[in-house]
């Protein structure tokens, strides 16, 4: 599945958006980890949130490339 944007042409009606096509439940989970991140941001205090949204992105983007790498058990 590919990633699609917001395109700001937002619809509640139906299963998904009709301006960026994601499911309303794909968004819900969405804006759930940006409240989570926002909160934690507040939470600490920081001055330099910038810098921790970077550091996070770039550590999400190794686990994963990590994830890739390592053989799928069940």
């Known amino acids: 599945m590919r990633f699609n944007p917001c395109a700001d042409l937002c619809t509640k009606d139906g299963t998904h958006c009709q301006g960026c096509g994601r499911s ?3 968004i819900a989970g969405t ?5 989570s991140f926002i909160g934690f941001i507040q ?12 550091m996070v992105s770039k550590k999400v983007r190794k686990k994963l490339a990590q994830a890739a790498d390592k053989p799928q058990t069940h």
Not at 31 to 35: D, P
Not at 43 to 54: H, K, M, T
């Open 24 to 26: 309303h439940e794909e």
């Open 43 to 54: 939470q600490q205090g920081y001055e330099n949130s910038d810098e921790f949204i970077d």
């Open 31 to 35: 804006k759930q980890l940006v409240a």
